[in-house]
């Protein structure tokens, strides 16, 4: 068992040598001090299990340093305990409340003094292994917490990253779609940005109008699973029957996105479903008119009128996409957005000006 060391704060020299008498055969080392300021200067050098305090003592007595022991910094604090008369009940009361663990009476009993230190070093003892216990339990807690922490930050940046590929992968699939395809010359890209516009126009929920650059982008993914000949033929030349088969690429590439429950994705199978719905009900596969067209869908035939104006007309822009706007609103175009589009003069102009 290691060496237990005591602060033996007392103005008695006799007093002092006879506990030390009393102590010699003992593992323990006393630290002596012959007044309060004395013991708290000893207490900065040397950490003590147990404090044995007189109370009257010259410069600082026990209650003094009872009153600086208390601010003191330790931790865990040792326990003190004060030799005073038995009847003292005023000492022993004044003591207590300034901190004191423990009494021993004066004149002191040896036996006595010996079962009550063996008692304190022992709880002094339990209270340093049990502050070493939380101390490495603490540091096990923060280095586990760093740990998670560190493991989070990983988990943030993979899901930063896969969210990156996972939107990057979508771009490069729209591109799929202008293969083969001389009916529509418009850029995918600028089209999904259109319509994102439009929805933070219309006040989408921010994700919801931020996944329209890249839904819009797949539209008529569908027209894959067409012959290259029908996708080839401007939409002009083409019988009814055709037109039939060719709007029936709506379905297929909704199919993709069928059942999907992440938002994006969900909201892709809306836009290749309803792609070429009209407001009014006369569009086709399935002839699906006014509201009862999701609005993801209704905000990118907006966009794509917007950007096949453009691609036609490469002069006075402005104007000629108010016009078409107004041209086809309740036929084509949800007259909502029409509206919110053409109500100010400007809101054209900044959206094309950001689109070029």
Same mark, same amino acid.
């Given at each position: 068992?290691?060496?237990?060391?005591?602060?033996?704060?007392?103005?008695?020299?006799?007093?002092?040598?006879? %506990?030390?008498?009393?102590?010699?055969?003992?593992?323990?080392?006393?630290?002596?001090?012959?007044?309060?300021?004395?013991?708290?200067?000893?207490?900065? @050098?040397?950490? $003590?299990?147990?404090?044995?305090?007189?109370?009257?003592?010259?410069?600082?007595?026990?209650?003094? &340093?009872?009153?600086?022991?208390?601010?003191?910094?330790?931790?865990?604090?040792?326990? $003190?305990?004060?030799?005073?008369?038995?009847?003292?009940?005023?000492?022993?009361?004044?003591?207590?409340?300034?901190?004191?663990?423990? &009494?021993?009476?004066?004149? %002191?009993?040896?036996?006595?003094?010996?079962?009550?230190?063996? @008692?304190?070093?022992?709880?002094?003892?339990?209270?340093?292994?049990?502050?070493? &216990?939380?101390?490495?339990?603490?540091?096990?807690?923060?280095?586990?917490?760093?740990?998670?922490?560190?493991?989070?930050?990983?988990?943030?940046?993979?899901?930063?990253?896969?969210?990156?590929?996972?939107?990057?992968? %979508?771009?490069?699939?729209?591109?799929?779609?202008?293969?083969?395809?001389?009916?529509?010359? %418009?850029?995918?890209?600028?089209?999904?940005?259109?319509?994102?516009?439009?929805?933070?126009?219309?006040? /989408?929920?921010?994700?919801?109008?931020?996944?329209? @650059?890249?839904?819009?982008?797949?539209?008529?993914?569908?027209?894959?699973?067409?012959?290259?000949?029908?996708?080839?033929?401007?939409?002009?030349?083409?019988?009814?029957?055709?037109?039939?088969?060719?709007?029936?690429?709506?379905?297929?590439?909704?199919?993709?996105?069928?059942?999907?429950?992440?938002?994006? /994705?969900?909201?892709?199978?809306?836009?290749?479903?309803?792609?070429?719905?009209?407001?009014?009900?006369?569009?086709?596969?399935?002839?699906?008119?006014?509201?009862? !067209?999701?609005?993801?869908?209704?905000? &990118?035939?907006?966009?794509?009128? !917007?950007?096949?104006?453009?691609?036609?007309?490469?002069?006075?822009?402005?104007?000629? $996409?108010?016009?078409?706007?107004?041209?086809?609103?309740?036929?084509?175009?949800?007259?909502?957005?029409?509206?919110?589009?053409?109500?100010?003069?400007?809101?054209?102009?900044?959206?094309?000006?950001?689109?070029?």
């Amino acid at each position: 068992m290691s060496t237990s060391h005591i602060l033996l704060v007392d103005d008695e020299i006799n007093n002092r040598n006879a %506990i030390l008498r009393l102590f010699e055969d003992y593992d323990i080392e006393f630290i002596e001090a012959g007044n309060g300021q004395e013991a708290l200067d000893q207490l900065q @050098s040397h950490p $003590v299990d147990l404090i044995l305090l007189d109370i009257k003592m010259p410069i600082m007595d026990g209650f003094g &340093f009872l009153e600086r022991f208390s601010d003191l910094r330790m931790k865990p604090k040792p326990p $003190v305990c004060v030799m005073t008369a038995f009847n003292d009940s005023t000492t022993r009361r004044k003591s207590i409340y300034l901190g004191a663990d423990d &009494f021993i009476n004066k004149p %002191i009993d040896p036996v006595e003094l010996e079962t009550r230190i063996a @008692s304190l070093l022992r709880i002094s003892h339990f209270q340093q292994d049990l502050n070493a &216990f939380n101390q490495s339990l603490e540091e096990r807690v923060n280095q586990r917490t760093q740990q998670l922490q560190q493991a989070h930050e990983k988990l943030k940046a993979t899901e930063k990253a896969n969210a990156r590929a996972y939107r990057e992968m %979508i771009g490069r699939v729209a591109r799929l779609t202008q293969f083969n395809q001389s009916i529509n010359r %418009i850029d995918p890209h600028r089209l999904g940005l259109c319509a994102a516009a439009i929805g933070w126009l219309c006040d /989408l929920p921010e994700e919801q109008a931020e996944n329209l @650059s890249l839904s819009s982008q797949l539209h008529n993914i569908g027209m894959l699973a067409l012959p290259e000949k029908l996708r080839e033929a401007p939409a002009e030349g083409l019988t009814r029957d055709q037109l039939v088969i060719l709007s029936s690429h709506t379905k297929m590439g909704s199919d993709l996105f069928k059942q999907s429950e992440i938002p994006l /994705l969900k909201q892709t199978h809306n836009i290749c479903l309803y792609c070429e719905e009209h407001y009014d009900g006369s569009g086709l596969p399935n002839k699906v008119k006014g509201d009862s !067209i999701p609005i993801e869908a209704r905000i &990118f035939t907006a966009a794509r009128l !917007i950007m096949e104006t453009l691609a036609q007309y490469p002069e006075d822009r402005v104007s000629r $996409v108010r016009s078409a706007l107004q041209d086809h609103s309740h036929h084509l175009v949800d007259p909502d957005i029409v509206d919110l589009l053409t109500r100010d003069p400007e809101t054209l102009d900044n959206l094309i000006r950001e689109l070029e």
